[in-house]
């Protein structure tokens, strides 16, 4: 079963074992930019800041500038779904009490059967209804191993953006979760995997692109912000394996409405919205 909850803070376990979970905001995460960079040390290495690492220069990512490259990529995945597939309206199911003849499948009435009534059996009639601003939980696993470019690194979020952009167009309202699974990152203690979260958008609140591509979407944020937000953990005495971990898809506990993991190129990309949508309609 899901956890219904959109922030999750301390050990929690799955049946993938114990994950130590973190949340923090998008304004912290920009304070951590600005702060400094990924890791212990003071000066960044030079492989860290790489712009093949970082998918742009250091400077820029400090200057919390754009990855132009995932917005471009946003608008290719929406434009092909749009394209191809229609997104239905909201839409709720009223379960209404219906009576209906012998010759139907019901709940006998023995009132009405012994009225003498032609419909003594009771049974429920499903009547799908349109459902202004329903709200759909969006979560999605972005970054990964340092196999993985900067250019791959894009594309979970990017298909999270195009899909939450063609949902609120078509009348849904979107909760928005950045999460990354990471697994074998303590070496001590119980917990042994890790789990960031980042919540970008409430319902209510206005869909920002810029903001949802900034976090998901960037290379950078994931290589510096969430590298260096696991730094308290180590601080506290938790040891650390060499490495941040491997980031592996979320346990099913931590994943919204529709959740969207491993995706490396644009084609990964416009297939797992497709995906998406098929289950949402489902």
């Known amino acids: 079963m899901r956890i219904e909850k959109q922030y999750f803070v301390g050990d929690i376990a799955t049946n993938n074992g114990i994950y130590r979970c973190d949340t923090f905001t998008v304004a912290q995460a920009r304070e951590f930019i600005q702060s400094?960079?990924?890791?212990?040390a003071k000066q960044p290495s030079a492989a860290?800041?790489?712009?093949?690492?970082?998918?742009?220069?250091y400077s820029k990512a400090k200057a919390l500038s754009g990855y132009p490259s995932a917005l471009d990529s946003i608008s290719r995945i929406a434009a092909s779904i749009a394209a191809s597939e229609q997104i239905s309206a909201p839409r709720s199911i009223k379960r209404t009490r219906v009576y209906v003849?012998?010759?139907?499948?019901?709940?006998?009435?023995i009132d009405r059967y012994r009225a003498g009534s032609?419909?003594?059996?009771?049974?429920?009639?499903?009547?799908?209804?349109?459902?202004?601003?329903?709200i759909i939980h969006l979560t999605c696993n972005f970054g990964g191993t340092c196999n993985y470019s900067a250019e791959q690194l894009q594309y979970a979020g990017a298909t999270l953006c195009a899909l939450a952009q063609l949902l609120e167009q078509a009348g849904y309202r979107c909760e928005i979760t950045g999460l990354n699974s990471s697994v074998g990152v303590y070496t001590s203690g119980h917990a042994r995997h890790s789990l960031l979260c980042v919540p970008i958008k409430d319902a209510n609140d206005p869909l920002d692109i810029s903001t949802l591509a900034y976090v998901t979407a960037n290379p950078a944020f994931f290589r510096l912000v969430m590298f260096r937000r696991l730094l308290p953990h180590m601080l506290r005495g938790n040891r650390f394996c060499f490495s941040m971990g491997s980031t592996r898809p979320t346990p099913v506990q931590f994943q919204g409405d529709i959740h969207i993991?491993?995706?490396?190129?644009?084609?990964?990309a416009i297939n797992a919205a497709r995906r998406a949508l098929t289950s949402l309609e489902a």
């Open 48 to 57: 860290s800041t790489s712009a093949n690492w970082l998918g742009m220069t």
């Open 36 to 40: 400094g960079c990924a890791g212990a």
């Open 261 to 268: 993991q491993e995706t490396w190129s644009l084609e990964q």
């Open 118 to 134: 032609d419909t003594p059996l009771a049974t429920r009639k499903r009547t799908p209804r349109h459902s202004v601003g329903k």
């Open 101 to 109: 003849g012998l010759d139907c499948d019901g709940e006998l009435d």
